[in-house]
Each structure stands twice: as C-alpha cells, then as structure tokens.
C-alpha cells in the first residue's frame, strides 16, 4: 500500500459535492470579486462475464472469464472574477478544479481500461497529482486538471496555467485536436484534459 505525500482540497471536494452544487457570491455593486463554485458526481460499473472457460495457452496469459470494473470522479469547479464587476465583463479571473478518482477493479488494471486512462495525457510542466492510496484493484487519487489566471485587457485575453485549450469542435471524436485528445470512452467527459500553457486571444 502506498499513500501518497500530497493531497490538495479533496477532503473539502468530497464534503462540497456530496451533492452536485453551483451557486454564486458576490458583494454589493459587482466591483467586489466574484465566486462561482459548481462541480459534479460521475459513476461507472461494469461487470464482464464471458460465458465460457478460457482453456489454457502457454503462449497467452491466464484470461479471467469474469472480471468487474467500478469506477468514481469528483470534480469542483471554482472560478474567481473581479476586476471593473462581473456584470461588465470581468478583468482578471482565476480558474481552479481539483479531481478526486477513484478505480476499483478485480484485477490488476494498467490503468488504461474503459473510463480511465484512454485519452494521452497532454504535457504538462508541474505534477499535480497525488496517490492517496495503490494496492492491487484498487487506486484512489487527486489532481489538478484546471490552475489558470485570465486578464482581458483591451488589447488582448491573456490566459497563462492549466486551462483547456481547443483547436475545434468535432460530435464524437476530436482526434485531431492538437492539445489534448480527449477520448469519449473516458468516465469523466464532462471536462478536457487541461494543458500547462501560455494563450493570447487578440
């Protein structure tokens, strides 16, 4: 077993999104910065049952004739804006979403299976990523998928951190998107892959 060093928020994410919630605070005549929390619940379970025995191969792995799969993300969204008011169309704003997962399965998983795993994970600079608990079948971990500051100016929308970058819209599979392919066999698809990156929208 092995729990890892660092786990930022997931305690109060649990606590937050027992049910999902968005609400909105804000202080007098919209100068004051703005806080916006939401998130949600996403479940999947699934049990494989062949039918029939797998007779012995010496050149193939035993092949489990059952095998199950259950799996859980909790994500909460904040987003802090202020600036000239919300109202008017924020100056700054700070994007934050930490994930909980969790994978329990019946067999040792690489980690690559139905839910989990399937799309590549895009480059990021920093690890933002903590293993709360790994043994075999059973995986519980945090991250940061979203750390980003925008300032809109006049001239430009800067946006500098983990943020979602998309180069365009496609109904199934957006396999040509540049930043980060973003598998529909993934569990929480609700949300893209944030990429560590520098964006200037002028």
Same mark, same amino acid.
């Given at each position: ?106 067999? $040792? ?81 609700? $949300? ?11």
């Amino acid at each position: 077993m092995r729990i890892g060093p660092r786990l930022v928020g997931a305690g109060i994410g649990i606590a937050l999104l027992a049910a999902p919630v968005t609400g909105q605070a804000s202080a007098g005549d919209g100068a004051a910065p703005a806080l916006t929390l939401g998130g949600y619940v996403r479940t999947l379970t699934g049990v494989h049952d062949l039918g029939y025995d797998v007779p012995a191969n010496p050149f193939v792995g035993r092949t489990e004739r059952r095998s199950g799969l259950h799996g859980q993300v909790v994500r909460l969204k904040w987003q802090l804006e202020g600036g000239q008011g919300a109202t008017a169309g924020a100056r700054w704003r700070v994007d934050l979403h930490n994930r909980l997962q969790l994978r329990v399965s019946s067999g $040792e998983a690489d980690g690559r299976v139905v839910g989990f795993g399937v799309s590549r994970v895009p480059p990021r600079l920093v690890d933002l990523e903590s293993v709360i608990l790994e043994e075999p079948g059973l995986r519980v971990w945090h991250d940061i998928d979203r750390l980003s500051l925008s300032v809109y100016t006049d001239m430009a929308d800067i946006t500098v951190g983990r943020q979602a970058i998309t180069w365009g819209v496609s109904g199934i599979f957006p396999v040509a998107d540049v930043w980060a392919q973003f598998s529909p066999f993934e569990l929480d698809t609700e $949300e893209k892959p944030g990429v560590d990156a520098v964006r200037v929208l002028a």
